[in-house]
């Protein structure tokens, strides 16, 4: 498979993680368990620097993120991994998805929140997850068959997917940290200053 389809199958994980953790958020408050979901969302985000419009706040979340790509990339070997971290952020986006417009009584929040950077950031996302499972998958070609080319131009594209990835990502990190605040305080039509 290309990697244009490992992108796609990407994709589609993504789109289900949101779908699900907006669901299962749902289900978690009509159960009253909601302090759970609320507690692990804190979990997640807790160490993340407070100051907006800040580039110690950008760096942050540009490492984290680059950090995730990292990883899908490397632990593609075992194919399924950088599926499961594409399905756990999407997840984790509906969960965020659901507070928001819950809060606000109103999805438009939540896309101001979210796709601003998100138009970036996520492709960037699904391009490392998708190169890993490629990779993965010619690694364990290679094993059973014996056939080892197209794992070889795979690996050669590594740098180049990796340059792309942390730019896209570094780009996103910018627009999440200055754009992305900015457009929420003037729907909201409160101050978001650099003190957080």
Do not use: C
């Amino acid at each position: 498979m290309s990697i244009k389809a490992m992108f796609l199958i990407m994709l589609l994980l993504f789109v289900i993680g949101i779908l699900l953790g907006f669901f299962a958020t749902l289900a978690f408050q009509s159960l009253g368990e909601i302090g759970f979901v609320k507690e692990l969302t804190k979990q997640i985000y807790g160490g993340a620097p407070t100051k907006f419009y800040s580039f110690d706040m950008a760096l942050y979340i540009f490492g984290r993120n680059m950090l995730v790509a990292l990883i899908s990339i490397a632990l593609g070997i075992a194919v399924f991994v950088p599926g499961l971290i594409v399905f756990a952020n999407g997840f984790v986006v509906g969960l965020i998805a659901f507070f928001v417009t819950s809060l606000m009584q109103s999805p438009i929040v939540s896309i101001a929140a979210i796709a601003p950077h998100g138009i970036i950031e996520i492709p960037a996302i699904l391009l490392a997850t998708g190169f890993g499972t490629k990779i993965g998958v010619e690694f364990w070609r290679y094993i059973v068959r014996r056939s080892k080319d197209e794992l070889l131009r795979t690996l050669r594209k590594a740098p180049m997917i990796i340059a792309i990835v942390a730019l896209m990502l570094f780009a996103a990190s910018i627009v999440e940290t200055f754009v992305t605040p900015y457009i929420v305080s003037k729907i909201l039509g409160v101050t978001i200053t650099s003190q957080g």
